[in-house]
């Protein structure tokens, strides 16, 4: 079964400086990987995904992820945050045809002035 | 194009009662989920169709948990009676007939007391 894990329930970064979202995944086969944001109240915007190719995804909103399979990590980045970043973030997995997704349980992002 | 479209909102129930969920997709996609989301935790997959056939329902509590989709577009999530635990945000999502990402809509927030 396919799982996913995000070891920081809760990150604090000041605005300007870079951020690393980590997530690692459990899957037998080859996975699709999506980051989700979450804003209170909202529903889930998609942020980027990988199905294959170039193992660094570019994203809106300036976010980008890299896929390692040795690592089995597709961890999400930003060089510099923006007060508006502050959301909850979701990785999750697709099964082979990403028709299903399983979602890790989030890591709660707050921006400091 | 018009995103997933749920109602309504903000439910509050008394335990024992019953209640309904409506959500309406992205129009021509004919992959549609409900997923629970707990206060805390990333949503959890309960049910999902492939046009009006259920595709999987294997994490539905069906004691409890009804979900149709009888002409292949919109459905509807009805939980009857309610419990406590049942108090979570439910989210539709939706996505093409050949995989891809998923859209979600902006959830009902259900609260049972």
């Known amino acids: 079964a396919q799982s996913v894990t995000q070891p920081d329930i809760h990150i604090t970064v000041s605005e300007g400086a870079s951020l690393e979202l980590r997530c690692n995944y459990s899957?037998?086969?080859?996975?699709?990987l999506f980051w989700y944001v979450q804003s209170p109240g909202q529903g889930l915007q998609l942020l980027l995904k990988?199905?294959?190719?170039?193992?660094l995804v570019q994203g809106i909103k300036g976010f980008e992820a890299e896929f390692k399979r040795s690592q089995s990590s597709f961890n999400l980045r930003k060089p510099s945050v923006h007060w508006s970043d502050a959301a909850e973030y979701f990785c999750?997995?697709?099964?082979?045809?990403?028709?299903?997704?399983?979602f890790g349980s989030g890591t709660q992002l707050t921006v400091l002035p | 194009e018009a995103g997933v479209a749920q109602s309504p909102r903000y439910k509050i129930i008394e335990k024992r009662q019953s209640v309904a969920f409506w959500c309406n997709p992205i129009?021509?996609?004919?992959?549609l989920y409900w997923y629970q989301q707990i206060l805390g935790q990333g949503p959890k997959l309960l049910i999902q169709?492939?046009?009006?056939?259920?595709?999987?329902d294997s994490q539905l509590p069906k004691d409890r948990f009804s979900a149709e989709r009888l002409k292949g577009v919109d459905s509807t999530l009805k939980i009857q009676p309610a419990k406590l635990e049942d108090s979570a945000v439910y989210l539709c999502?939706?996505?093409?007939?050949?995989?891809?990402?998923?859209?979600f809509g902006n959830g009902t927030r259900l609260t049972v007391t």
């Open positions: 999502a939706s996505s093409p007939a050949g995989g891809g990402a998923l859209h």
């Open positions: 899957y037998g086969a080859t996975p699709y």
């Open positions: 990988y199905f294959s190719g170039d193992t």
């Open positions: 999750a997995v697709g099964s082979g045809s990403a028709r299903q997704l399983t």
């Open positions: 129009s021509g996609h004919a992959t």
């Open positions: 169709f492939q046009n009006n056939g259920v595709v999987d």
